[in-house]
């Protein structure tokens, strides 16, 4: 891309391709800022006097970049990325196993939502549940960034993809109303 820097490899994760230490926490600032620059190095216009070819090559990288843009720029796609790249992948159609704990959490959740009777009930149980979706995202911050424990980290990010899904089911709900 530029002369004098090495150039990155579609090959690279994305971490490495936005130029970001391998972890949860990151600088969303700097995040927006790389994205902006990449896309201004790859941007296809950049290479119309060079040809299809490598118009094409500016294309796929245009793709990637967005694509890692994407995952980094979502806690919950960054933290299953992560996890993935650690060797615990989150395969969340096959591996459905949670704690009790949180089982009984999703089932009194579920129950709330049927015995809601307006929209005041909704709010009160989805302001439960974005509280509840701000801690565990602290604790999976803290799994990854300081425990570095890939196999944990993917049993959280299973349990918050349950929450974000009651949470989708939650706004429904109050678009229907």
Not at 63 to 68: F, H, L, P, T
Not at 133 to 147: K, P, V
Request: charged share 25%.
């Amino acid at each position: 891309m530029e002369s004098g820097v090495q150039a990155p490899s579609l090959q690279d994760d994305d971490f490495c391709l936005f130029g970001l230490p391998m972890g949860f926490a990151l600088d969303r600032a700097a995040l927006d800022e790389r994205w902006k620059a990449l896309q201004r190095q790859a941007h296809p216009d950049r290479f119309a006097a060079q040809g299809t070819a490598a118009q094409r090559v500016a294309m796929q990288w245009s793709v990637r970049i967005n694509e890692a843009y994407q995952r980094l720029k979502d806690p919950l796609k960054r933290a299953a990325y992560w996890c993935e790249l650690n060797g615990a992948p989150i395969k969340a159609e096959s591996n459905t196993a949670m704690p009790t704990a949180f089982l009984m959490q999703q089932m009194e959740w579920r129950e709330a939502l049927e015995e809601a009777a307006g929209a005041e009930a909704i709010e009160a149980l989805l302001e439960q549940t974005q509280a509840f979706r701000r801690d565990s995202l602290d604790q999976l911050g803290r799994t990854i960034d300081q425990q570095r424990d890939a196999l944990a980290a993917a049993q959280q990010v299973r349990a918050l993809m349950f929450v974000e899904r009651f949470a989708d089911d939650l706004h429904g709900r109050l678009d229907r109303l």
